[in-house]
């Protein structure tokens, strides 16, 4: 089991930056993409950016360009830079980790409880 600890939510005016890091403990040997996804009110939950093991990065088409995912493999810990924040940013924004175990290739999935970023206008 992998355990994803996220901090780093909170209120911030359109224009400023934020910065969520997910701290990860437990069986983090097999993970290999880390990363953030987001969900407001009323829509489906959706990919904001991930970071593989040898920081291959993947980002959703709304968030290029002004924020950046990092990662410490040292520390199995994922960070989010979020910059230029939109009102349409406000969700809230969970921690992922995937990863393959075992000789029959079991995929593994975690989630994080949440941070809830509000951009207010």
């Known amino acids: 089991q992998v355990q994803l600890v996220e901090s780093g939510g909170g209120l911030v005016q359109a224009g400023g930056s934020l910065r969520l890091s997910c701290a990860a403990s437990g069986s983090t040997r097999n993970i290999n993409t880390m990363g953030w996804y987001r969900q407001a009110p009323g829509k489906q939950r959706e990919l904001v950016a991930a970071i593989t093991r040898g920081y291959s990065t993947n980002y959703g088409d709304s968030v290029k360009g002004r924020f950046t995912v990092s990662r410490d493999n040292a520390k199995n810990t994922v960070y989010l830079q979020m910059n230029s924040l939109k009102p349409e940013d406000t969700g809230a924004y969970y921690c992922?980790?995937?990863?393959?175990?075992?000789?029959?290739?079991?995929?593994?999935?975690?989630w994080g409880q949440g941070t809830q970023v509000t951009v207010s206008s």
């Open positions: 992922n980790a995937q990863g393959i175990t075992g000789f029959s290739l079991t995929t593994l999935n975690y």
